[in-house]
């Protein structure tokens, strides 16, 4: 059974930082790209970012240059750097492993930028 743990959300202020964990278990690992969903209030669910298992990361236009993606593929686990935080990021993440079209999903993980 899959199974996708976040942590590291919490309230910043505009401008910090923050970074976000999830820890992957009950796959193999490398079999799978992993990412990151948001959901924001009043908005539809947006792609952060994903990266696949050699190293090949994407990311959504509203975060290039901000935000990073590493995989640890000894630990099983990603990290979701988050630079130059802005109040519009502020919404639930969602950690997943992704399988050609078939998705796995963490429970998600509140983010909230606000002075």
């Known amino acids: 059974q899959v199974q996708l743990v976040e942590s590291g959300g919490g309230l910043v202020q505009p401008g910090e930082s923050l970074t976000l964990s999830c820890e992957a278990s009950?796959?193999?690992?490398?079999?799978?790209?992993m990412g990151w969903y948001r959901q924001v209030p009043g908005k539809q669910r947006e792609s952060v970012a994903e990266?696949?298992?050699?190293?090949?990361?994407e990311y959504g236009d509203s975060v290039k240059g901000r935000f990073t993606i590493f995989r640890d593929n000894i630990e099983a686990t990603i990290l979701l750097q988050m630079n130059m935080l802005k109040p519009e990021d502020t919404g639930v993440y969602y950690c997943?492993?992704?399988?050609?079209?078939?998705?796995?999903w963490g429970q998600g993980i509140q983010v909230t930028v606000s002075s």
């Open positions: 997943y492993a992704r399988r050609g079209r078939q998705y796995s």
């Open positions: 009950g796959i193999i690992f490398s079999q799978y790209a």
């Open positions: 990266i696949r298992y050699g190293g090949r990361a």
